[in-house]
């Protein structure tokens, strides 16, 4: 992980982590039931936000983008990169290809946010199509690669990726040492397992708890059978937190996850817009519901409603995935009465 934070020092921002208001219009302290209420007290114990919505690309995925490319051997990077992604991804190696000089091509499945797609043509990539799943995905990136020669960039299911994107885990940490909880969404894998990597060398004392979507639980079904559980693209599509769509955690963050996430939240459709539009509102930023997740998963900790999960007593991070939304959703989202 010290590794991989040296190897892109400089290549991404090291984003702050962001007090979040405990008084006043918006105040995140909740009605707690149970005698920890004390512990999910966002003025006591301190809640705060690691925005990676604010990274060059608006994602966290920027991270493993970059230490995968500058982990390459030059001579394999120079003949370019490929990858799949519904969008953050996308961008992310668009963005890391562009820094180190190199052409990149990327699968960008139909239904993906017409932001993450403009961005990633914008970074100067080669952006392809194909059907929203995971299959098609994979099988025209294998493509893309036979035909260019150049080296697949896994989303989330290899080393240098989880390693890359658990430097957000370890800036939490060298920020904030005596942090209590942490909070991270779930879609492949890869922030999770970063996440649970980093404070678990670094803060053992700390619990990182995960966070899906109810209609796109594949990773909690799959910690609890204890293998990994594929849901369909009909099933994850119908969720709005496009950016944990994916449909089955990878190899490599599961064997991370089974031993080592403290638990995982699920939340509904109405609890992630309202978290969303949240955010701009009262946090004065701009947060996709994927990055929403945690905030929404913090309201259901605090009224102890969360399957028996419960904060330790401290301070607890959430942290935001992206902030890569279509203007529309996000219009949609600030005008909703029901939300306000």
């Known amino acids: 992980m010290r590794a991989a934070a040296d190897r892109i020092s400089g290549l991404v921002r090291r984003t702050p982590l962001l007090p979040l208001p405990g008084r006043g219009p918006g105040a995140l302290p909740v009605e707690v039931q149970g005698e920890d209420a004390s512990a999910v007290d966002a003025s006591a114990s301190g809640l705060w936000a690691k925005p990676e919505n604010l990274q060059l690309t608006g994602s966290f995925k920027l991270r493993g983008a970059m230490n995968f490319l500058a982990s390459l051997d030059p001579g394999v990077r ?116 970063g996440t649970v990597l980093a404070l678990s060398e670094l803060a053992p004392h700390a619990q990182v708890i995960g966070v899906e979507p109810e209609l796109a639980a594949d990773a909690r079904d799959s910690l609890a059978s204890g293998e990994r559980v594929a849901w369909t693209p009909a099933q994850t599509n119908r969720t709005i937190a496009d950016g944990v769509r994916t449909q089955v955690l990878g190899e490599v963050p599961f064997r991370i996850l089974k031993d080592r996430l403290h638990g995982i939240v699920t939340v509904s459709e109405h609890e992630i817009r309202a978290a969303a539009a949240w955010w701009p509102r009262f946090g004065r930023m701009v947060v996709e519901p994927t990055g929403a997740l945690t905030l929404a998963a913090w309201r259901r900790l605090a009224r102890g409603d969360a399957g028996g999960l419960r904060l330790a007593a401290g301070p607890t991070v959430l942290v935001i995935s992206g902030g890569n939304v279509d203007d529309d959703v996000l219009a949609a989202l600030l005008q909703d009465p029901v939300l306000r």
């Open 78 to 193: 120079a003949r370019g990169v490929v990858t799949h992604s519904s969008g953050n991804h996308g961008q992310a190696v668009a963005c890391a290809a562009a820094t180190f000089g190199v052409p990149a091509t990327v699968v960008i499945p139909e239904g993906a946010p017409a932001v993450k797609l403009e961005r990633t043509r914008g970074w100067g990539a080669t952006v392809l199509r194909c059907e929203n799943d995971g299959e098609a995905r994979a099988r025209a990136a294998d493509e893309a690669v036979q035909a260019s020669g150049g080296t697949l960039v896994p989303p989330y299911d290899h080393a240098w990726i989880v390693a890359g994107q658990g430097t957000a885990g370890l800036e939490i940490v060298q920020d904030l040492p005596n942090v209590a909880n942490v909070l991270v969404c779930v879609g492949g894998g890869g922030l999770s397992a």
